[in-house]
């Protein structure tokens, strides 16, 4: 079981707002997910792993696979108060769910 948070690398966000942004992704994406799983995920120690992406584009694409394979996800649009504009989408949650289905949609993004 793990979650995959998918950051924004295009929108040079410092340190402090990436981090806000991946946890409004962790959060959002887990209070969707069914407590059976969340339950598992917890037991098994809340793996989570945080990569990025260039493009509005290609997290939109990533949320709509996740979407098609009923995996629970979040996408977070910042409310504009500090380095960006309002509405602008900086992140993704997607899981908690079993490794190999997150893998699927994110396994050839890297690392942050």
Not at 21 to 50: C, D, F, R
């Amino acid at each position: 079981m793990k979650q995959a948070i998918i950051i924004r690398n295009d929108l040079k966000m410092g340190r402090g707002k990436i981090a806000a942004q991946a946890s409004h992704a962790s959060l959002s994406a887990y209070e969707k997910t069914p407590l059976a799983t969340k339950n598992k995920w917890k037991i098994e120690g809340q793996k989570k792993i945080v990569l990025k992406t260039n493009t509005e584009k290609e997290l939109i694409d990533l949320l709509k696979t996740a979407q098609m394979k009923n995996i629970k996800c979040a996408m977070i649009k910042d409310a504009g108060h500090t380095q960006v504009e309002p509405g602008t989408i900086t992140a993704l949650g997607i899981g908690p769910d079993e490794d190999r289905k997150i893998d699927e949609i994110v396994g050839n993004l890297k690392l942050l």
